[in-house]
């Protein structure tokens, strides 16, 4: 006799099993289902994110961080260390014993909200019927009165460079290094290739990033990106702007890297190489043809605003569908989808998903970068202030950055926020609630930020749109 669910999710990442829960929080019968298995051959719940991307990323660049200020800045706040020696070992370990715990909540999580957790492949069929192949045991078919498809992403292979997981990888394998590379080269300076090359370079490493576009960080403002291009070189990251990779070649001695840039042919040669282009949406074996589902030409599954595919009670979200890839959008686009399941109003403003890049400094943007204000047409206002003029970050050493405001000339309606600096990644949460109500700039000037604190860099941006800053010099 085949089971049947109220609600099937098949994926159990930061979009996936948030929306299993939610589903379930709404008094449905929810199962949930994913095929992660760890390089131990052990299988968890998480995804990427959890298991391979987002957290243990952050393990090791937190760990990376305090290796390098333990070395480098320290002494200026009167603390002798003597010498700082590394044990990789520990370090990979703290990152394994991360991610496990809170894989291993993730279980506890589905558990507790009586979420069945099915381990192995599910496969949507036609008439919201979904094949699951357990990793024991037969092929069963499963009854549901809708399906939410969550099934992810993966990075994007390159033929001339092609992963063999010890010389040239993606980026699962480049944090899990045993050793540190004498000389890494990252192909790729978005989100993933500059977190990888921070991690490696404060280590030790001699890295080399080969990005193929001209403009460093395209999708962030012009003044952001300006300010972190200073900053990572002056921590040794070497970042060559339009390089196009061409071949690469593996030998005794490491892997030859040929590249093309405005100079013509180039080379480099280092001991690991991370491909980190970007990712795709991983939908190899998620449905049958006859199931209904519609993809777009660059593969992802086709929805509306409100993650509805083309077939009635079949939702998807999170990376396998349009907007960022990013686990907050696509938990928030589970919770959207699991509600609107149970028949209540939800929906998601994409215009205000905050973006967070975790190296040092931080950098996160939310809205419009003034490029696109500006090409848009709508007469605008800005104000910076800088974290050099603030007593909080002096007194953390971390004074590089800034934060910057765009407003509205008319309504005086805040349109983008964008910092590069400490703590960047929680500061910019005032931001994306502020925006979310449709607040002015007068709305920040007037609330009241504690003092001394890197929150108050908000507030001196927000006074400086109307040439009001207190802390510094105005326009």
């Not at 660049?61 to 010498?83: D, M, N, P, Q, Y």
């Amino acid at each position: 006799m085949s089971k049947s669910y109220d609600v099937v999710v098949i994926g159990a990442g930061p979009a996936g099993y948030i929306a299993a829960i939610r589903a379930a929080q709404h008094g449905k019968t929810v199962a949930c289902i994913d095929e992660w298995k760890n390089r131990d051959g052990k299988h968890a719940f998480g995804g990427t994110c959890l298991n391979a991307g987002c957290i243990p990323s952050k393990a090791m660049l937190e760990s990376s961080e305090l290796f390098h200020r333990a070395r480098h800045e320290f002494k200026k706040h009167g603390i002798k260390t003597g010498e700082v020696e590394l044990d990789i070992a520990v370090m990979q370990k703290r990152r394994a014993t991360i991610v496990r715990q809170l894989t291993g909540g993730i279980a506890g999580l589905l558990k507790a909200n009586k979420v069945d957790g099915l381990i192995g492949h599910g496969k949507l069929l036609p008439g919201k019927q979904v094949e699951f192949t357990p990793v024991a045991g037969s092929v069963e078919i499963i009854n549901a009165g809708n399906v939410i498809l969550a099934s992810g992403s993966s990075p994007i292979e390159l033929s001339i460079a092609p992963f063999d997981g010890d010389k040239i990888v993606d980026s699962w394998s480049a944090l899990e290094f045993d050793e540190v590379p004498r000389r890494l080269g990252v192909v790729g300076a978005g989100v993933i290739g500059l977190e990888l090359g921070s991690v490696w370079s404060r280590l030790g490493s001699e890295v080399t990033v080969l990005e193929a576009m001209e403009d460093f960080l395209f999708m962030a403002d012009r003044d952001v990106a300006k300010v972190a291009a200073k900053d990572y070189k002056q921590q040794g990251l070497d970042i060559k702007l339009g390089a196009k990779v061409s071949a690469t070649k593996t030998g005794k001695n490491g892997i030859e890297v040929t590249y093309e840039d405005k100079d013509g042919p180039q080379s480099i040669e280092v001991d690991k190489l991370v491909v980190a282009v970007g990712r795709k949406p991983h939908t190899d074996g998620l449905f049958a043809d006859e199931a209904g589902i519609q993809l777009d030409e660059r593969g992802f599954i086709v929805v509306d605003d409100e993650c509805r595919t083309r077939v009635k009670g079949v939702y998807a979200v999170g990376d396998c569908v349009r907007g960022p890839m990013l686990a907050h959008k696509g938990s928030e686009e589970g919770v959207m989808a699991a509600d609107l399941i149970a028949g209540e109003i939800a929906e998601l403003n994409y215009n205000v998903i905050p973006s967070v890049i975790y190296t040092a400094p931080e950098i996160a943007w939310v809205g419009k970068t003034e490029a696109e204000v500006q090409q848009s047409g709508r007469a605008y206002k800005t104000g910076s202030f800088p974290f050099a003029a603030s007593g909080r970050a002096k007194a953390m050493e971390q004074t590089s950055g800034m934060v910057k405001i765009i407003s509205s000339k008319d309504d005086d309606e805040i349109l983008g926020v964008h910092i590069v600096g400490p703590m960047a990644g929680e500061l910019i949460s005032e931001a994306v609630l502020a925006m979310e109500f449709s607040a002015s700039t007068e709305d920040i000037q007037r609330t009241i930020h504690a003092h001394p604190s890197l929150a108050e860099a908000v507030h001196e941006a927000s006074l400086a749109v109307d040439n009001k800053a207190l802390n510094f010099p105005n326009k």
